[in-house]
């Protein structure tokens, strides 16, 4: 008696090699687009506020948490600042893409504390610099929020 098993279908092949170390390795995700905490936050709300109405169907579990996850951990809740955060962020052209997410994500106080949790900066950015990066990013966040 013979059987043939199917082979399971993957809708992606993930190659396991990213790496957000000291040298980044994003693999396929090099270069792409990508979003800060506050920034997912604020998408999130308004794909959840389009499909609202008469018709609206009621959210899957994993979308409510991760509305929810976002709610407590995104640092800036205000459009306005996101957009502001976002400015000072995107014309870094010694930073990639998730590096700048990261920080405005993580909102460091010290540029030491940024390179620690964001190695792959350490050689990218002089302490002074980030620090006055980080010191303008932390102007935009307001803790009543």
């Not at 390795?25 to 506020?49: D, M, W, Y």
């Not at 909102?107 to 303008?136: F, H, M, R």
Request: proline residues 3%; aromatic residues 4%; contains cysteine.
């Amino acid at each position: 008696m013979s059987s043939t098993s199917q082979p399971t279908p993957r809708l992606h092949q993930i190659s396991g090699a990213e790496e957000a170390e000291a040298t980044l390795n994003l693999g396929e995700f090099t270069g792409k687009p990508t979003l800060s905490l506050s920034e997912a936050r604020l998408l999130i709300n308004a794909v959840i506020a389009h499909r609202a109405g008469p018709h609206a169907t009621k959210e899957t579990e994993t979308l409510v948490k991760t509305q929810d996850y976002l709610d407590v951990f995104a640092r800036f809740k205000q459009q306005e600042n996101i957009n502001q955060v976002e400015g000072l962020l995107k014309d870094r052209m010694d930073m990639e893409n998730f590096e700048k997410s990261q920080l405005g994500s993580l909102c460091c106080e010290t540029a030491e504390e940024a390179k620690t949790l964001i190695p792959s900066l350490q050689n990218k950015i002089s302490d002074v610099d980030l620090q006055d990066l980080l010191d303008e990013i932390s102007k935009l966040r307001n803790f009543t929020e």
